[in-house]
């Protein structure tokens, strides 16, 4: 088992439709990141995966094997998994080897292979000499540790991570993205990764699922979901982005409220969505940009100055200038802008609510 | 650049000792405790160590040469050791089915089993004599019949060692399942499912997961039933007294009933079982509590349901059967014998069905007066109990008050004394001796009332209470409310439900209390419980089926009142 094959997975607690229609490859030796906002049904596809869930309607294969569907399901124990849990999950009443060699005492293995085993992924995630403590003398990232290296041990084919990171501090939780990666790559192991947070996603993810309300948003490399999100959730969702409603006009798009205009050579017509993402927005000298407007606020930031500009008619977009531009920002002060990039969708229709993500 | 700070001089002139109000309080509550419940449990263990002031052993060689107070004290034990073993090997498996498997029925049963916690101990003795009585003993008839057995007696007898031990199985595993099941609810799912996903098996996940980290609530759930067993005084009285099967309680009671001769017997007994639950706290508390895992996480509280797969209609049989045997039977049985005329003949033979006993039952004086004593004695131990455990839990949250630990420890010393020792210690020091004399009345009943039922609503209260954080009142103080208001509109109607639950929690057992009424009441406080009793022993079985029967259906109706009244939060 190397590769998980989920074929239309529809899963519902009671009127409640968590996830639907679900339908995605993980290819063998492939990092993949499921994102999207708390809620969206990213945990329950991957506990779908592991058993501790049953698809409504669908099936889950991992090769040409069928772990989950409506006549087949496969308990947690028979998957040959490895899974690390938001919680760490680390038992309390065993030390660390005795956590770590668990997996690998039930299937029976014997001694000497045991302290082998157990040994080399100790060392791996850096907590030899913690072998003979108890969980509770650690600290929350030696237990997540604990946590991976019970996860690893028994090597499996296939490595669940839900929100793993999620409870440890900032600094703690870039070394660990790190370590992951690394693990990954010396053992060559499919990772199926559960996050809200698009930075870790595009920093780990060889591909994301953006998943939203229970649909896939979006499959793609991190460029790709950064570059051309497919639509204003996914854009919104990762990365930085203002919305304005416009319609297209002969070259152009005209901004609603200041009526401004952005030259547009695509193939959209009539009523439009433009999304702009803040680091595309440059200023310019006056009267060289594409739009104009007035510096309404701004903040400096020490790398970057976030700077929101009035485009007349109520409509804001924000700047993320640099702070060493020869110009001196100020609030008040006429600008020029010029638009390096921007996405256009179709107007989403009367029930538009892409912007309101769940939380 | 030099800067020049001026000191700053404080407006408010500093006070190094300033009277603070919580320490008023602290010091009430205290004083109360060691007025009425430390100095009659010395006073006592000095008299059984003194009697006659002199330094003397001689009330225990007496009492424990004599073979009846020794064999009491055997059965006791036995009793007790049994019920533990069997009342844990019930619960864990049903709170485990409850609390972690896909099981039908699993709130239904959840309820049933905590529903039986509230009901009279008595009441169950009751009815398993009324089934397992040697001669016509409902059970025996069938068991002869369908076995084919031709006697007029057996083949089982409720009057031994065995029947006593059965009757306080079935009403004291809920002591335990309640605690087995509260640790499970706070239990990580995820460590479980940890062991899944490395390849246990569920049972395997259970064996060497679950159970072990269960272990100290495992522990603390089986104390809890043995000191419950060993001090119950109902169900020996019942059910043990009539085949001479003693206990200690059931020996004290009758030392008791030969008055001031029989009180330094009483005391020597009494000295034992305050000793004992006094040790078996101190393991509970201290020793177990202190190896407890904290394993609360913030997020995943689904619990890792476990697929029975094949086994689950099974299971659901089996749990089934066990809730029928052990409460729905017993109450058909009290409902039943309340409405015949002739208990030994069965109810639906000619012309034995009579409403006799419930007309009676409230047309009689004695009774009615003594359900309304009932109800205000409990009303009032509840409601003074509920404000002082509001006030605990502010203390015990809410500020660092020094000694605030020591009215939360004596309230937990109250409720693990043996209800007989705590009546024994009152009668023995409130009768004048010492300037107080409560001595036949209302008052020292609501007093051991609520030194025995306090720490149910403290315990509920303050759990509630650590639940609100306390920027909730912060930030009500910072909208300009003052302490009182606060209080009033933001902590009293975010407890309320704990609150109502507390005072419910208290009402309830004082309400159906027996073994204390028994040695507290007089002529003007009799209460319904030991009414009961007394009509059960002395008087008619049948109408005391009928009172035990009310009881049952106020408790289940006080059950419904709360949970209307807390919106579903709590039912006991």
Known sequence: MSSVTIQNVTKSFGNTVVLENFDAVFQNGEFVTLLGPSGCGKTTMLRIIAGFEKPTSGCVKFDERVVSSDKVFIPPEKRDIGMVFQSYAVWPHMTVFDNVAYPLRIKKMDKDAIQKKVDRVLAMVHLTQYAQRIPSQLSGGQQQRVALARALVAEPALLLLDEPLSNLDAKLRESMRFEIKEIQREYGITVLYVTHDQTEAMAMSDRIVVINRGVIQQIGVPREIYSHPANPFVADFVGKIEFLDGEVKAGCIELDGCGQRLPYEGDKKGRVIVGVRPEHVKYAPVGQGTLSGTIKSHFYLGDVNDCRVDLGGGKELRVIADPYDSMDVEAGKQVSLTVREFLVYDEQGPGNDFRKILT | ?572
């Open chain 2, 1 to 572: 650049m030099a800067q020049q700070t001026a000191p700053m001089k404080s407006a408010l002139p500093q006070r190094r000792f300033y009277f603070d109000v919580k320490w008023l309080i602290i010091l009430a509550i205290v004083a109360f405790l060691l007025v009425f419940q430390v100095f009659p449990l010395v006073y006592m263990l000095y008299k059984a160590f003194f009697p006659e002031s002199v330094f003397s052993l001689s009330t225990f060689t007496r009492l424990y040469t004599y073979e009846m107070n020794w064999g009491a004290l055997c059965n006791t034990l036995v009793a007790a050791a049994a019920t533990m073993v069997l009342g844990t090997v019930l619960a864990f498996p049903l709170a485990w089915l409850v609390g972690r498997t896909n099981m039908y029925g699993k709130k239904f049963f959840r309820s049933l089993f905590v529903l039986t916690y509230m009901v009279p101990p008595y009441l169950g003795a009751m009815a398993w004599t009324r089934l397992l009585n040697q001669n016509a003993g409902t059970i025996n008839v069938f068991l002869r019949g369908l076995l084919n057995i031709d006697a007029r007696t057996g083949p089982l007898n409720i009057y031994t060692i065995a029947g006593m031990i059965w009757v306080l199985t079935t009403f004291y595993y809920p002591y335990a399942f309640i605690t087995i099941s509260r640790a499970m609810e706070k239990m990580d799912p995820s460590l479980e499912e940890a062991a899944r996903i490395s390849g246990a098996s569920p049972l395997k996940t259970v064996a060497t997961i679950t159970l072990p980290m269960m272990t100290p609530s495992l522990i603390a759930g089986a104390l809890l039933v043995f000191v419950c067993a060993a001090s119950c005084y109902g169900i020996p009285s019942i059910v043990g007294a009539p085949g001479k099967v003693h206990t200690v309680t059931t020996r004290i009671v009758e030392y008791m009933g030969l008055g001031q001769a029989g009180i330094n017997d009483a005391t020597g007994l009494a000295v034992f079982l305050m000793i004992m639950a006094i040790i078996i706290l101190y393991i509970s508390d201290v020793v177990v509590a202190r190896k407890q895992y904290i394993t609360v996480s913030g997020k995943s509280t689904r619990p890792n349901i476990v697929d029975l797969g094949r086994w689950r209609g099974l299971t659901t049989a089996l749990v089934s059967l066990f809730s029928i045997i052990v409460i729905v039977i017993p109450f058909i049985t009290i409902a039943t014998t309340s409405v015949k005329k002739n208990l030994g003949k069965g109810l639906f033979e000619a012309n034995n069905f009579t409403t006799m006993h419930w007309t009676k039952i409230f047309g009689r004086d004695d009774i009615i007066e003594s359900l309304i004593n009932s109800i205000t004695f409990a009303a009032a131990a509840a409601t003074i109990g509920i404000i002082i455990s509001f006030t605990m839990a502010y203390l015990l949250q809410r500020t660092r008050v020094r000694g605030r630990k020591i009215p939360d420890f004596l309230i937990t010393l109250g409720s693990g004394t043996p209800s007989v020792v705590i009546a024994l210690g009152l009668i023995m020091t409130m009768n004048g001796k010492f300037g107080i004399n409560l001595y036949n009345t209302a008052a020292i009943m609501i007093i051991a009332y609520l030194i025995k039922y306090l720490m149910m609503g403290m315990r509920t209260v303050v759990s509630a209470m650590s639940q609100i954080h306390v920027s909730l009142e912060e930030s009500s103080q910072a909208s300009g409310a003052g302490w009182l208001r606060t209080m009033f509109k933001v902590t009293v109607p975010l407890i309320f439900p704990s609150i109502a639950a507390g005072w419910f929690l208290i009402f309830i057992p004082c309400f159906y209390e027996l073994s204390m009424s028994t040695l507290l009441y007089s002529r003007d406080t009799q209460v319904i419980g030991y009414m009961l009793h007394y009509y059960w022993t002395y008087t008619s079985q049948q109408q005391a089926s009928a009172m035990a029967f009310g009881i049952l259906l106020v408790v289940v109706a006080l059950n419904f009142i709360l949970n209307k009244l807390t919106k579903g939060e709590f039912s006991i």
